[in-house]
Structures are given as structure tokens and as C-alpha cells.
């Protein structure tokens, strides 16, 4: 019997594997807390609202860049329903260079 510490890697997997330990390494740091804010586009409890505004928002509103758009479920139980959300990353502002920071 082979173990798992035993079997050949498929080739190519370890590449793959550290692209994508490269690709979540650069979106915690592009969406890390000091780089910016989350703003809710949307948010409701009926899910069929919820597939139709994105739908719309994909159909309709070419400025949105997709990759800053992060969509929540909040699970429900019983006595709180599931609410889906729709939210954008805003990046923070940056300071103007030229401007000098003790003239606030």
C-alpha cells in the first residue's frame, strides 16, 4: 500500500499550488484593512433580488471592476433570515504629494 507522503505529485501541481499562494498572498495585501474599505452596493433578504441586481449590475454597469466586488451569504437560522450582500472595495485615498501635511 502507498502512502500519501509516498505518491508521485501530478506534474505541474507544485507550480499551480505556489501560483495560487502567490495569488492570496497579493489580494490579502491589495484588500488588507489600511489599503481601503468595503462598501455595501446592495443587500437583501430575497435571494431571487439578489441573483436579478447582480445580473442587471453585469449587464449594465461596465465601470465596476469585478475583481474588487466581494458577495456575502449571512447563513440564517431560525429567527434571523439569510441576507446577501453585494459589496465594493474602495481603496483609501492618497495623500497629495504636493501638498504639504501641516497645512490641514
Known sequence: MVGASDAV???GQRKR??????????????????????????????ESAWHAHVRR???TDRQIDWTTVRMDTFCGRLIQPTTYRLSI????????????????
Do not use: C, I, M, Y
Open 17 to 46: 499550488k505556489r501560483q495560487q499562494q502567490d495569488d492570496s498572498r497579493r489580494a490579502a495585501a491589495r484588500f488588507a484593512p489600511d489599503a481601503g474599505r468595503w462598501e455595501v452596493l446592495f443587500e437583501t433578504q430575497d
Open 9 to 11: 505529485p501530478v506534474p
Open 89 to 104: 472595495f474602495v481603496p483609501a485615498s492618497v495623500p497629495d504629494q504636493g501638498q504639504d501635511s501641516a497645512h490641514n
Open 57 to 59: 449590475l453585469r449587464a
